[in-house]
């Protein structure tokens, strides 16, 4: 059986990914399990995906704790206990991480015996985020690294996956499919399928037993000293959203009411300021905002402009 974890942040197309691949096994003739695990929050918070594909009925249910391949969308996630990106990988185990860093690197960062590649995205077009294609990037990565998935299939898989959203959108990521589906070729088949487990070997979740407790230590408001302010949420970001003050109208009602979190405070002015530490990158005050005064950029571009400021 094959198994496979993808790991990135919200809204950068995880479930997309894990069903593109989990069709494209389909036609393959393989039967298939894809599915998404997430919580409540939103865009940026760390979320994985799997799929399990077999050639016989598939018995095992749940999360897929000793991967067969793990594709890591955005390297950031990767020192984040919580993401889960290394849980249960072994020798066996290949990780393909999308990267500007050399997988020689990452191998000697995470000491890990497991195989490590790495890929980068291809270029998208121009006037679309690279972030809107980087769950069919994935997908296509995966299908290299598995071996005999065809190109075919894997296109029929987009088309099906994303014909909804029009031939215009379905084209531009067929293209980064295929230059990511290509970009691997030397890496084809370096995964192998994982062994059938027996039942009798299953191990129990390990239970963690919470003793009763008063109501304002087990469940304290959003607003409980040392509680939201030491959690830096602004590392889920993938887009910022950066003012122009010059076109600011001052109408701080609006984007300060709007934000979900109570990123954006208001000085006496009445300027608005986003507090980045805890901004996620929602982007509900670009699409609020009146005049068109806040813009969504890229995050890494983001940062690269602070480093030169």
Known sequence: MYRIRFHGRGGQGMKTASRILGTALFL?????????????????????????????????????????LVVVADDTLIPVPAAGVLSGIDAHTVVLINSDTDSQTWSQRLATPATVITFRMPEADEGHGESGYTGVACAAAAARLIGFLTADNLEQAIRKELGEHGATVVDANLRVARASF????????????????????????????????????????????????????????????????????RCWWVCSTFCPDGAISVDAQGKPEIDYDHCKGCMICVAQCPPHAIAALPEHAAQLADTRS
């Open 28 to 68: 393959e003739g393989f039967e298939v399990q894809d599915a998404p695990r997430y919580g409540a929050e939103r865009r940026g918070a760390p979320i994985f995906a799997y799929v399990r594909a077999d050639k016989r009925t598939i018995n095992e249910r749940g999360i897929i704790d000793n991967p067969d």
């Open 182 to 249: 290509d970009s691997l070729a030397a890496h084809a088949a370096v995964v192998c399928e994982g062994a059938l487990r027996s039942a009798v070997d299953y191990l129990q979740p390990q239970w963690t037993r919470l003793e009763a407790e008063a109501a304002a230590v087990s469940a304290p408001v959003v607003r409980a000293a040392a509680n939201s302010e030491l959690s830096k949420t602004g590392s889920w970001r993938v887009e910022r959203p950066v003012i122009d003050y010059e076109r600011c109208n």
